[in-house]
């Protein structure tokens, strides 16, 4: 390495780390959002599975929260720390695959910017964990293409066993490898050699915790997610939404990079047979899939997690690979050159505004429903009221709302959620001491009281109305309804609507 290539490579991992050091402070300042209070539950009874999703984001939730204890920090900071490995992937990968340390720094620093990686590990779903086994996927199958030894295939194997253990979207990567085994004459070898099976293999026997836990519940979890591909009506506005939020996801600028990389790969403007395809095929598969899959239904932007070490792989492409003429490489330029600052004023814009709500003028946007601002104050509220009743149980109507009640109320509270008992089947369910007595419902203000309160209990009594509050926004106000004399179990084990 050369050391012009030494100091590049240098101030990229100086850059990253810097980002890194910025989304931990995020982090820190940030409440939790509803999904994440719920996996953090998760997190405290680990297993092989869960209603919605395999098991990985609880496994990062409990490694993080190890380390630095039940904070907003703690449940972040595996998640973040994982995006230093998934950038050495990416780098090698676009090392392997294009060539030169230029294209593999911009890779990395491209994927880093997106408000993907940078929001997307920060809140974490099981999108986080599936980003980071999709960037060594990449970097494993690079490997197979570098070095032709099979060994690779199990180290293939792992990643997606690992991607699988995230989230079931993962499942794709079978279908695009094939693609590009077939696509490629010099590769199709692999067909007919027991390594890439052996590798398949590899990954079942990693994802074989999930198989195990669905068979033991019904297979409820397979039944919930699959069952999303089920087509009922055709509804294309879905595609409106589509297409922005994925601009704003991957940042504008890298957006249009990314673009341009795909488009010059499938005119073969670039690199190898073998790498274009295999970008190509990484991409186009789940990317496609889920364009369909908006024909029908909503598909949420953080879904694409597993297509954008492909992306940004691809915008380092149009970046400095591909022989633009002099108009597209303007455009090529000016977005690299400002992808970076642009992505990083982004994602300090969105934080702050989540926090304050300041940007808006503190009116109402897209962040107050999901990131937890006012919780922490209005947990303390609730508490009060439920020391001054002398409820023995706080229950809530949503996971949502049990998880952040869980997490923000003083540890050991009993917090559950009495219907949906599906989602908590790994945790055991309090004693019968703490259902008997006085309990504390919370819930949003709603005109009619909820069905389950009216067939549940003899008396119900509201005894609270407290708002949760950004700045002076106030985001919802919850009544808090004291309940007595339960009729009949106040834990409803009704099938999921999955297994009805």
Same mark, same amino acid.
């Given at each position: 390495?050369?050391?012009?290539?030494?100091? &590049?490579?240098?101030?990229?991992?100086?850059?990253?780390?810097?980002?890194?050091?910025?989304?931990?402070?995020?982090?820190?300042?940030?409440?939790?959002?509803?999904?994440?209070?719920? !996996?953090?539950?998760? +997190?405290?009874?680990?297993?092989?599975?869960?209603?919605?999703?395999?098991?990985?984001?609880?496994?990062?939730?409990?490694?993080?929260?190890?380390?630095?204890?039940?904070? %907003?920090?703690?449940?972040?900071?595996?998640?973040?720390?994982?995006?230093? =490995?998934?950038?050495?992937?990416?780098?090698?990968?676009?090392?392997?695959?294009?060539?030169?340390?230029?294209?593999?720094?911009?890779?990395?620093?491209?994927?880093?910017?997106?408000?993907?990686? +940078?929001?997307?590990?920060?809140?974490?779903?099981?999108?986080?964990?599936?980003?980071?086994?999709? +960037?060594?996927?990449?970097?494993?199958?690079?490997?197979? &293409?570098?070095?032709?030894?099979?060994?690779?295939?199990?180290?293939?194997?792992?990643?997606?066993?690992?991607?699988?253990?995230?989230?079931?979207?993962?499942?794709?990567?079978?279908?695009?490898?094939?693609?590009?085994?077939?696509?490629?004459?010099?590769?199709?070898?692999?067909?007919?050699?027991?390594?890439?099976? &052996?590798?398949?293999?590899?990954?079942?026997?990693?994802?074989?915790?999930?198989?195990?836990?669905?068979?033991?519940?019904?297979?409820?979890?397979?039944?919930?997610?699959?069952?999303? $591909? #089920?087509?009922? /009506?055709?509804?294309?506005?879905?595609?409106?939404?589509?297409?922005?939020?994925?601009?704003?996801?991957?940042?504008?600028?890298?957006?249009?990079?990314?673009?341009?990389?795909? !488009?010059?790969?499938?005119?073969?403007?670039?690199?190898?047979?073998?790498?274009?395809? *295999?970008?190509?095929?990484?991409?186009?598969?789940?990317?496609?899939?889920?364009?369909?899959?908006?024909?029908?239904?909503?598909? %949420?932007?953080?879904?694409?997690?597993?297509?954008?070490?492909?992306?940004?792989?691809?915008?380092?492409?149009?970046?400095?690979?591909?022989?633009?003429?002099?108009?597209?490489?303007?455009?090529?330029?000016?977005?690299?050159?400002?992808?970076? =600052? +642009? /992505?990083?004023?982004?994602?300090?814009?969105?934080?702050?505004?989540?926090?304050?709500?300041?940007?808006?003028?503190?009116? #109402?946007?897209?962040?107050?429903?999901?990131?937890?601002?006012?919780?922490?104050?209005?947990?303390?509220?609730?508490?009060?009221?439920?020391?001054?009743?002398?409820?023995?149980?706080?229950?809530?109507?949503? !996971?949502?709302?049990?998880?952040?009640? $869980?997490?923000?109320? =003083?540890?050991?509270?009993?917090? *559950?959620?009495?219907?949906?008992?599906?989602?908590?089947?790994?945790?055991?369910?309090?004693?019968?001491?703490? *259902?008997?007595?006085?309990?504390?419902?919370?819930?949003?203000?709603?005109?009619?009281?909820?069905? !389950? &309160?009216?067939?549940?209990?003899?008396?119900?009594?509201?005894?609270?109305?407290?708002?949760?509050?950004?700045?002076? *926004?106030?985001?919802?106000?919850?009544?808090?309804?004291?309940?007595?004399?339960?009729?009949?179990?106040?834990?409803?084990?009704? =099938?999921?609507?999955?297994?009805?």
């Amino acid at each position: 390495m050369s050391p012009q290539d030494a100091r &590049l490579v240098r101030n990229t991992a100086l850059t990253i780390s810097a980002l890194v050091v910025l989304r931990l402070v995020a982090a820190a300042l940030t409440p939790l959002t509803f999904d994440e209070a719920y !996996y953090w539950m998760w +997190s405290k009874h680990l297993a092989g599975g869960y209603y919605d999703h395999p098991p990985m984001v609880a496994v990062v939730i409990r490694l993080g929260t190890l380390i630095a204890g039940d904070s %907003e920090f703690g449940v972040r900071l595996v998640s973040i720390l994982l995006a230093l =490995p998934m950038s050495w992937a990416v780098y090698r990968s676009a090392a392997i695959l294009f060539g030169g340390e230029r294209i593999a720094t911009t890779a990395a620093i491209l994927l880093n910017v997106t408000m993907m990686a +940078s929001v997307g590990t920060i809140i974490v779903t099981p999108d986080a964990p599936l980003l980071v086994a999709a +960037s060594f996927v990449m970097f494993f199958l690079a490997k197979v &293409l570098e070095t032709g030894r099979g060994a690779w295939w199990l180290a293939v194997g792992a990643a997606v066993g690992a991607a699988l253990l995230s989230k079931y979207t993962a499942m794709f990567f079978g279908p695009a490898i094939l693609i590009w085994l077939v696509v490629v004459p010099k590769l199709r070898r692999w067909l007919l050699s027991p390594w890439p099976y &052996l590798g398949g293999f590899a990954a079942l026997a990693i994802f074989a915790p999930v198989i195990l836990w669905n068979a033991d519940h019904h297979w409820v979890s397979f039944i919930k997610q699959l069952g999303r $591909a #089920r087509i009922e /009506g055709f509804r294309p506005a879905f595609i409106a939404e589509l297409i922005p939020t994925q601009i704003a996801f991957a940042t504008p600028l890298v957006w249009l990079l990314g673009a341009m990389g795909l !488009y010059a790969l499938l005119r073969r403007n670039s690199g190898a047979l073998a790498a274009r395809a *295999l970008i190509s095929a990484t991409f186009w598969t789940i990317a496609l899939y889920f364009v369909w899959h908006s024909l029908h239904a909503r598909v %949420e932007a953080n879904w694409f997690a597993p297509v954008y070490p492909a992306f940004a792989i691809a915008a380092a492409v149009a970046a400095h690979v591909v022989p633009w003429d002099a108009r597209r490489k303007r455009l090529a330029d000016f977005c690299l050159r400002w992808a970076a =600052p +642009s /992505g990083v004023l982004m994602f300090v814009a969105l934080i702050v505004q989540a926090n304050t709500g300041v940007l808006s003028g503190y009116r #109402r946007d897209a962040t107050v429903r999901s990131v937890g601002v006012g919780w922490r104050e209005l947990a303390s509220e609730i508490e009060a009221v439920r020391a001054r009743t002398g409820a023995t149980c706080v229950l809530a109507p949503d !996971y949502g709302t049990t998880g952040w009640l $869980a997490f923000y109320l =003083p540890k050991g509270t009993c917090v *559950l959620q009495p219907t949906q008992r599906i989602r908590w089947v790994n945790m055991p369910e309090p004693g019968p001491a703490q *259902l008997s007595g006085r309990l504390l419902y919370v819930d949003e203000l709603r005109p009619v009281t909820p069905r !389950y &309160l009216d067939e549940t209990f003899s008396h119900i009594e509201r005894v609270a109305e407290l708002p949760r509050k950004r700045g002076p *926004l106030t985001i919802e106000t919850y009544g808090l309804d004291l309940l007595d004399g339960a009729k009949r179990d106040v834990l409803d084990h009704s =099938p999921p609507p999955e297994l009805e």
